[in-house]
């Protein structure tokens, strides 16, 4: 069998650190399985046999090993996830939802995407935003600025 490249030697204090976030149960799983992995790295088992016990790939626990080689224990968390990020937070989305639920501006019937993105602008939330953004933030909801009912509850 080929030697690792990637040897996990915890010290006693990474060992303790390691213990309590898998006892405790306020982690995410990803970042648990990575402290099990790490665990029994350090305990001579081979990949096969940490990916058998732990139920997960043999590449995540030869990544897992590798990162924490490089990082130390910051091979935990989790890596930036790529893809741009969103252009409106949550209070925005809201109030843009709120927008579409409201009266339609004067002269029209009823809100349309691309008034919604030009509202998005006017109100300084982002530089652009694109009608399909705006569609696609609305399907997420029961909200349609079309029809009859905005989605918002009737009183």
């Known amino acids: 069998m080929p030697k690792k490249k990637y040897i996990v030697d915890l010290t006693t204090e990474e060992q303790e650190q390691l213990l309590q976030l898998v006892r405790r149960g306020k982690y995410s ?41 490089e990082v130390g224990l910051g ?32 002269g029209r019937r009823h809100w349309t995407m691309r008034l919604l993105a030009g509202k998005v602008v006017e109100l300084g939330f982002s530089e652009s935003f694109s009608r399909e953004s705006v569609r696609r933030l609305m399907k997420k909801t029961r909200s349609s600025p079309g029809a009859r009912s905005s989605g918002a509850s009737q009183q």
């Open 75 to 106: 091979a935990l968390d989790e890596r930036p996830r790529p893809g741009a990020r969103p252009k409106l937070t949550g209070k925005q989305q809201a109030h843009l939802i709120a927008v579409a639920c409201s009266k339609a501006p004067e």
């Open 29 to 69: 799983s990803r970042k648990v399985t990575r402290a099990r992995i790490l665990l029994k790295a350090n305990d001579e088992l081979t990949d096969d046999q940490i990916a058998a016990a732990l139920d997960c790939g043999v590449a995540t626990v030869e990544r897992t090993r590798k990162r924490f080689v």
